[in-house]
């Protein structure tokens, strides 16, 4: 992928934002949560960083997708895996569909504060009963004159507590599972709408998570997002930004290698410092290595991206082997640094702890090596 100049002003725009703005708070972020989204994405509306790629008429400053994903990445430089993900929720998962498919009507009311800063939006796909499935999922949204009126249940849903209103995908007939369901917008104040106490996670602590609750919740149709019955396939398509947005965990592999690096340097056993040993320094460069090949397989899929290809099986693989590669460095990296590596505010176990959603948030690694061999041809035939 080519880097213009524009390219390297927003890596160091968002950069310098995330070291003077962000980072000085993660610490207290993690032990208090969660972090404050509508004052934190308010600052970064105002430096143009909410709708890089979305179009100008709705606020945003029109850059191809290539621009986003400089963002995207940059945004690994923050010490905390919650906020990232709090912050990518609205640039790379809820905003999307609305973005390409969403009404003139329903961008201005919704998509435009937004991107301004002044509203939070979060995603609402998974359920108790089907996260990775999203075929599977109950909550259903029923026609009544022109309204749907909502009954159901999210879980895992992130800025859950702090949304001013959820991109929600719902059954909207009783067709065939990929061809009844429809995505749509729904606010978060309406009667009828509840959420859980914030679910105590292993990782991602700086984040609000919770259960949302929709009990004869009524929007008008107005609000769905696309025509009715493609929610199923809107949100395949909005999935492919939120995979790729992932490569903000790359900055974070590349940080903890550094550290490990340094650590080990100052760091003597038996007469040596431990970065001597070749079954440390080897595996440093091994694991920089698959790094280095992963960035480079991200920047290919951009690029297809940004070219109007298909990238549904490049997106899945960066995202497979980035939720595999990061525990995989992570969990080695931890090892070098030996007891101190056990400690709760160590950056490698926060890392540890964290990045173990990779693997499993916006379709596990399951999910993604079952569309990778679908589009190989490999799947097996269901047996009828």
């Not at 509508?38 to 509306?45: F, I």
């Not at 914030?198 to 107005?222: A, C, E, H, W």
């Not at 690029?303 to 693989?317: C, F, I, N, P």
Request: aromatic fraction near 8%; include cysteine; charge should be negative.
């Amino acid at each position: 992928m080519k880097f213009t100049t524009e390219h390297e002003q927003i890596k160091r725009t968002v950069t310098s934002f995330v070291e003077n703005e962000i980072n000085p708070h993660c610490d207290a972020w993690e032990k208090t949560p969660p972090v404050p989204l509508h004052e934190l994405l308010k600052k970064m509306a105002d430096l143009g960083l909410l709708g890089i790629d979305k179009p100008e008429r709705y606020g945003g400053t029109g850059r191809e997708f290539s621009y986003q994903m400089v963002a995207n990445e940059a945004l690994g430089n923050i010490n905390s895996g919650g906020v990232a993900m709090a912050v990518n929720v609205v640039t790379s998962m809820a905003t999307p569909a609305l973005a390409k498919f969403g009404s003139e009507e329903l961008c201005r009311e919704f998509l435009v504060p937004t991107l301004a800063g002044d509203q939070v939006c979060s995603i609402a796909v998974s359920e108790v009963g089907g996260g990775s499935d999203v075929a599977a999922l109950k909550t259903t949204a029923k026609k009544d004159g022109d309204d749907y009126v909502i009954n159901g249940s999210k879980m895992w849903i992130t800025n859950g507590t702090q949304a001013d209103w959820f991109c929600l995908l719902a059954n909207t007939s009783e067709g065939k599972p990929h061809a009844n369901k429809s995505l749509m917008v729904v606010p978060a104040k309406l009667p009828g709408i509840s959420h859980s106490e914030k679910l105590d996670k292993l990782g991602m602590r700086s984040s609000d998570t919770v259960q949302l609750f929709f009990d004869d919740v009524r929007i008008p149709q107005r609000y769905r997002i696309g025509e009715e019955g493609q929610g199923f396939m809107i949100q395949m398509l909005q999935f492919q930004e939120e995979r790729l947005s992932c490569i903000s965990s790359l900055v974070g592999i590349e940080k903890a290698i550094q550290q490990t690096i340094e650590y080990t340097r100052e760091r003597h056993t038996f007469g040596q410092p431990i970065l001597d040993n070749q079954v440390v320094h080897f595996r440093l460069a091994e694991l920089n290595t698959e790094l280095q090949a992963l960035r480079a397989l991200y920047y290919q899929a951009t690029e297809s991206y940004v070219a109007g290809t298909d990238v549904t099986m490049l997106a899945s693989m960066c995202k497979l082997k980035t939720g595999r590669l990061v525990r995989e460095v992570a969990d080695s990296c931890l090892q070098y640094w030996g007891g101190q590596g056990f400690m709760w505010d160590n950056p490698i176990s926060r890392m540890y702890r964290d990045t173990r959603l990779v693997s499993i948030g916006g379709g596990a690694d399951e999910i993604m090596l079952g569309i990778i061999c679908k589009l190989m041809g490999i799947l097996p035939r269901r047996k009828k």
